[in-house]
């Protein structure tokens, strides 16, 4: 026990002092500051003012309705507003003079209203730019309502009478807990549970492959000659998986830490995703599930570690092992393919198979506790079953890593694994 103690320490002190693990803990919180914090202040590039010469050739007058609907007041303080120049002469003559302008950065661009647009329902935008989403949605609404109301005046139908009519209904959703509703859109729901698929992956990769590296490390510096000369292999594969997993889970109470003082101010997130001003509180766990999530987190990082361990100790050098993550990585990347999927049908039949999997089974159930509740027998069930199989890994990672960590050379074939295991 006091020489795996030495190990989980080593390793622990050694990852802690790293430069890598101070601007790991650093970055992840300023980028996620930065991404919502520099927007809002610095504005995201879609908003602000943009003039637009208005050329209207119709005889319906539709330029009027255009221009109203682009002069009315945003409630979204990054969404772009407009000043519309209206052009009183034809296309043809104005042409010539608006390209310059726009070439001058005189005016953002400029929008004509063929005499046919009423029938045809086809208008012209040039400018500088015409990849901002933003601003090309704003004017497809703006021509699309003249239109609409030329059309329908013509049709002997009030306008305005019709958009009451045809306005579209709005759906306030709300989870049912087993302590009764919580507020939240299902945008913040998808958003939690993309989150907690997210840090999952990037947490089990990120430190599953710190496993493999120092376990190369260490065999290709000669090193685990002299740690097995004092450590048997076992506890020193267990010390390696436990300490770098004590890492892991120290930085990931330094980020629970610093996102809950950050979270104090949400309206810049809720701003930010287009959230009502309740939505965060959707993302709040029940305990019941924090513990499962965390259950999950474990097993899964001891199952990805040990093969991780056992990747490193077969492999000579860190490019031999490369070609062979993407066999462990491919479960682990799974639940991603069919991210959308798993979080609008977390009780689906795909949901609830790649739920019990071992090796699918920390991402899927992350997204479908976020998404919804889960009976607690699959859950129970599940770690159950990771439990075994991280026991079944461990016990033969183990004996491929007391053979490998002292092996040199070319990289062991299939059938000199099989003899390393029986030999161990």
Known sequence: MSSLLVVIRREFVERVRSRSFVISTLLMPLLIVGTYAVPALVGSGGG????IALVDETQ?????????????????????????????????QAHADLTRRVQDEKLDGYLVLPADVVRTGEVTYRARSVSNFAVLSDL??????????VRLREAGLDASRVAALTAPVSVKTARITKTGEEGGSAQSTFLMAYISAFLMYFMLIFYGMNVMRSVLEEKTNRISEVLVSS???????????????????????????????????????????????????????????GLAMVAFFF??????????????????????????????????????????RLASEPMGTMATVMGMIPFTAPM??????????VPAMQIVMSLLTMLVSVFAVAWIAGKIYRVGILSTGKKPTLGELVRWLRAA
């Open 48 to 51: 602000g003012s943009r003039r």
């Open 364 to 373: 899927t159930n992350a997204v479908r506790m976020s998404a919804g509740p």
């Open 231 to 289: 450590v048997r292999a076992g506890p020193l594969m267990m010390g390696k998986i436990l300490g770098v997993g004590s890492v892991a889970f120290f930085q990931i109470a330094i980020w629970a830490v610093t996102v809950t003082v950050l979270a104090a101010k949400t309206s810049l997130v809720t701003r930010r995703f287009h959230l009502p001003p309740d939505a965060l509180s959707a993302l709040k766990l029940d305990p019941g599930v």
């Open 299 to 340: 097993l899964g990082f001891f199952l990805y570690a040990a093969l991780y361990a056992a990747l490193g100790a077969a492999m000579s050098s860190e490019q031999e092992a490369q070609q062979f993550q993407m066999f462990v990585l491919l479960p682990l990347m799974a639940p991603m393919f069919v991210f959308v």
């Open 60 to 92: 319906q007058r539709v330029g009027d309705a255009v221009a109203a609907a682009l002069a009315v007041p945003r409630t979204d303080p990054e969404a772009p507003t407009y000043v519309v120049e209206r052009v009183a002469v034809p296309f043809a």
């Open 140 to 149: 497809r609404r703006a021509a699309s309502q003249g239109v609409q109301s």
